[in-house]
């Protein structure tokens, strides 16, 4: 594949942000009483939610991208980058599959949690995703602090596991009525570094234009 094609298709990474994003803020439209400050986003898309319908017909972009992001940024990465960088890499594309799939298949039966076997196959998949998530940065975290060529993916790791930390340590230390409003940082966590192959565009042109400049000014 060609690695201009890989680029391009790495940007699907917007568009499942986007989609995603789009959902979480107009799929309680649908949704008589949801108190986006109070309930978690899974509310939004559980099996007897009102906004069910709606959900899915925003997050379609979401489902179908986050998942050919991840895996031709995988096969973007191959050959001469660090193996350290691909393992999380890889590890991450990992994740998005387990969510993608796993999420369609064990949606909450009710909003909050009711118990059923869905339900705890939903806490399950999120399980995976949280360990997933956390090892996965962290290993770009350290490939960006070992090696100047992955700077960028992990200055992208580093902002978006402090984002899920934020979620995870926020959940338990705030009032009930503002669950939701921490429980946002940690599903935007993940989902905005799907756009991180964009990122890692714009970092490097920032960084190429600055090193223009400073051997311009001879300083």
């Known amino acids: 594949m060609k690695r201009t094609l890989v680029q391009k298709l790495g940007l699907l990474g917007l568009v499942s942000f986007f989609s995603y994003a ?11 009483g949801y108190d986006w400050m109070a309930q978690a986003v899974s509310d ?4 007897d939610a009102p906004s069910l319908a709606l959900w899915n017909q925003l997050s379609a972009g979401y489902n179908a ?19 350290l960088l691909r393992t999380g890499v890889y590890l991450f594309a990992v994740m998005e599959w387990i969510s993608a799939i796993g999420y369609r298949m064990f949606p909450l039966s009710s909003s909050g949690y009711a ?12 399980a995976a995703v949280v360990l997933l998530s956390i090892v ?7 490939a960006g602090v070992k090696d100047r060529r992955c700077r960028s993916y992990g200055v992208c790791a580093a902002a978006a596991l402090g984002m899920m930390l934020v979620g995870a340590v926020g959940t338990k230390l705030v009032p009930a ?10 599903v935007f966590a993940a989902t905005g570094f799907n756009a991180a192959p964009f990122s890692q565009a714009i970092l490097r042109h920032w960084s190429a234009a600055y090193e223009a400049f400073y051997l311009k000014s001879g300083q």
């Open 115 to 126: 118990g059923a076997f869905q339900d705890v196959m939903h806490m399950a998949v999120t």
């Open 65 to 83: 991208c986050e998942v050919v992001c991840a895996t031709v940024v995988c096969i973007g990465i191959q050959g001469r980058n660090p193996k």
């Open 44 to 47: 939004l898309s559980a099996a």
């Open 177 to 186: 009525q503002y669950f939701g409003v921490v429980e946002r940082f940690s």
């Open 136 to 142: 996965s940065l962290a290993i770009l975290i350290a």
């Open 22 to 32: 789009a959902a979480v803020i107009f799929a309680p439209l649908a949704y008589p």
